[in-house]
């Protein structure tokens, strides 16, 4: 079943018997605390607050132990990606409903299916629908949202609404180029497997964005989240006079370009051509590797969504 063919179900999310809300304080502005605890506590959750770095993969774990249906997160996508660690490192990714309260400082996945404020996320958990939707793994690794090589975390906050808005997803390397005095290019091997047919791409690249749920660029970048397949963008390394050019065309004429390749994929694997290992980020978590191993699970996390979800939007 694909995602255009899934039916929206209409069983309300708050139909469980057991709810656990996993509340990270320190999110974003962190002045949420008190009304999500407060809201929460009105709904009937049982409140878990994370410590530290990593406390919500054992939160989550504790939650399905003691039999969790509904699960709502609140905090941003680092959050997010640790809670989703945890469904997965048990076996629960289709056992869980999910929900979210975004809280976060971009909250990415939130936007992705339709939740824009916190406001919103309650109601959604109230009387929101569901919907399954993709999750990819690296390795061992699961992620909702991407996994880029060769983008570092610098670049990601340097971009700008501004660069954002004209560029796209290259807004993200023209910041990068911005901030750092020499860019580095990748040397590597890309082999994307769809329908047992494989795909080989080989040479120096800026980056390689692999995408579950987000967009990256205006052709072929939007990512289907119930597709069961990745969206791949390949950005060639290419003389930085040349990159905002490159980005003003692709991003706003929708122009198929010379250093941008696309492909979709349900099986991708970087591996590094030299001595260098790949620096990574998956969900936002930077990680080095000599070669990663992508692949999809279609459709095996339930997550609750808000009015305007669609699975892959066009702008």
């Known amino acids: 079943m694909t995602g255009n063919d899934q039916e929206t179900s209409d069983t309300l999310c708050l139909n469980a018997t057991n709810h656990w809300l996993i509340l990270n304080p320190t999110s974003g502005t962190a ?11 009105q709904h009937g959750y049982t409140i878990r607050e994370t410590k530290h770095e990593g406390h ?66 309650f109601e959604v958990l109230k009387t929101g629908k569901r919907r399954s939707i993709d999750i990819g793994f690296a390795d061992d690794e699961p992620f909702v949202l991407s996994c880029i090589a060769g983008l570092t975390a610098e670049a990601s906050l340097a971009t700008s609404s501004e ?10 390397i023209i910041a990068g ?68 050019a490159e980005a003003m065309s692709h991003r706003l004429l929708g122009e198929d370009t010379e250093h941008v390749h696309h492909l979709k994929a349900h099986q991708v694997e970087v591996r590094r051509l030299d001595r260098e290992p790949i620096r990574f980020s998956i969900d936002g978590e930077q990680q080095t590797h000599d070669e990663l191993l992508l692949r999809t699970h279609p459709q095996v996390l339930t997550v609750c969504i808000g009015s305007t979800y669609t699975p892959a939007p066009r702008e």
């Open 31 to 41: 002045d949420h605390r008190d009304t999500i605890r407060q809201r929460g506590a």
């Open 56 to 121: 919500a993969v054992s939160l989550t774990k504790e939650a399905v132990g003691n039999g969790v249906e509904v699960l709502a997160v609140a905090g941003g996508d680092g959050t997010l990606h640790e809670v989703v660690q945890g469904l997965a490192e048990v076996d629960a990714l289709d056992s869980v409903t999910l929900g979210v309260l975004p809280v976060g400082t971009k909250n990415i996945f939130a936007t992705n299916i339709g939740i824009t404020n916190l406001e919103q996320g």
């Open 163 to 172: 660069l954002k808005e004209r560029f796209g997803s290259l807004g993200f």
């Open 177 to 244: 180029i911005r901030e750092a005095t020499e860019f580095e290019s990748l040397h590597l091997n890309l082999t994307a497997v769809l329908d047992e047919k494989e795909a080989t791409w080989s040479g120096d690249a800026l980056c390689v964005l692999i995408g579950n749920t987000r967009r990256f660029a205006k052709e072929g970048g939007q990512a289907n989240v119930e597709d069961g397949l990745f969206e791949v963008v390949i950005i060639e390394q290419m003389p930085p006079t040349d990159i905002a």
